[in-house]
C-alpha cells in the first residue's frame, strides 16, 4: 500500500484551483439507492467456492480456473449526492484445491488492505463534494484486474487502479503478482530468474540506463532529462518489491508514474526475457 500512497499523495499537489478547473468524471456508473448519510451500495461478496462440489478432479486439477469478481461500494451524503465510489477487480480461483484456497485468501487479504485505504479520505472526499456544483463530479478509486500471463507453471495478474482526488486528473498506481500455479502461492522474479535480490535489482537499473540513452538518441521525453537524477532514484528503488508481471514470456518491470519520469510517460517499463 506504500507505494499507493506516495502517489496519492503526488496528486494532492495538483489539487491548486481544481475547482477553477474542468474536472474529470469516474468513468463508473451506479444506481442510486437513495439519500442515507454516509452509507453505502454495498455489491454483494459471495465466497468465491460457494455452489462449487468439492470432486476428485479439483484436487488432481494442475491448472486453476480463474474468474473475476469485483467489490463496489458507493457513498452518499446527506442529501443522496454521491462524493465518492470505490471498485476493486480481483481473481477468484475455482475449486477446493489447496492452491486455490491458497490465492483466495491472498486476495481476500488484498481486498481487506486496500478497503482500508480507499476509506481513509472520506472526510475529505465529503467535504469536498459539497463545495463542488456538478453533481458528477467526486472521488473514486477503481481497480481493474488482468491475467496477464497463465499456464501450468506460473499465474500473473496485474491490477491497475485509478484514485482520483477531483483535480486536474487522477492517479494510476499497480498491484502485481505471479503465483506458483501447482500451489497458489507467490513466487518472485528473482527466483524465476536464478538470481539473487541484488543481482535482478543490477540487472533491472542497467536496462533502465540503457533505455534512458536510447531514448536520448531518439530525442523522446520518456524519462526525466537528468541522468544522474533518474540513475540515483533507480538505485533507491528495489524492484523485488512487486514491481513486476509477466507477459509473453518475458517479466516486465515497470516504474511508477513520477519516479524517474513525467506522468505523461506513465509506467515506464523494461523486460527481461525467460
Known amino acids: ?25 469516474p468513468a463508473v456508473c451506479m444506481a442510486d439507492n437513495g439519500p442515507k448519510a454516509a452509507q453505502a451500495t ?4 459471495e465466497d468465491p467456492s460457494a455452489g462449487i462440489p468439492e470432486t476428485e478432479e479439483d484436487e488432481q486439477s494442475t491448472t486453476l480456473k480463474l474468474s473475476m469478481q469485483t467489490y463496489e461500494k458507493q457513498y452518499k451524503t446527506e ?26 485468501k491472498f486476495y481476500k487479504n488484498l481486498l481487506t488492505k486496500w478497503k482500508k485505504t480507499a476509506t481513509e479520505d472520506l472526510k475529505e472526499a465529503e467535504e469536498m463534494a459539497k463545495q463542488t456544483e456538478s453533481a458528477d463530479n467526486y472521488y473514486s478509486d477503481q481497480v481493474t484486474c488482468k491475467i496477464t500471463s497463465q499456464d501450468d507453471t506460473y499465474i500473473s495478474v496485474l491490477q491497475t487502479g485509478y484514485d482520483y482526488t477531483m483535480g486536474a486528473h487522477g492517479m494510476p498506481y499497480r ?24 543481482q535482478l535489482n543490477d540487472k533491472v537499473r542497467k536496462l533502465y ?3 534512458f540513452d536510447q531514448t536520448v538518441k531518439e530525442e523522446n521525453d520518456l524519462f526525466y532529462q537528468d541522468r544522474k537524477e533518474v540513475e540515483t532514484t533507480l538505485n533507491r528503488m528495489d524492484f523485488n518489491d512487486n514491481l513486476y508481471y509477466l507477459k509473453n514470456n518475458k517479466i516486465r518491470f515497470y516504474a511508477d508514474p513520477y519516479a524517474v519520469g513525467p506522468y505523461a510517460s506513465g509506467f515506464i517499463e523494461v523486460a527481461v526475457k525467460l
Open 79 to 104: 442529501e443522496g449526492s454521491v462524493y465518492k465510489e470505490v471498485s476493486f477487480a480481483y481473481p477468484v480461483a475455482e475449486g477446493n484445491s489447496k492452491a486455490a484456497q491458497t490465492l483466495n
Open 175 to 198: 498491484y502485481s503478482y505471479i503465483f506458483d500455479a501447482q500451489t497458489g502461492k507467490k513466487v518472485s522474479a528473482a527466483k524465476i530468474l536464478g538470481l539473487s535480490k541484488k
Open 1 to 25: 500500500m506504500k507505494r499507493k500512497e506516495l502517489a496519492k499523495k503526488l496528486s494532492l499537489i495538483m489539487l491548486g484551483g481544481m475547482l477553477a478547473l474542468p474536472c474529470m468524471t
Open 42 to 45: 454495498e455489491a454483494k461478496e
Open 209 to 211: 540506463l540503457k533505455k
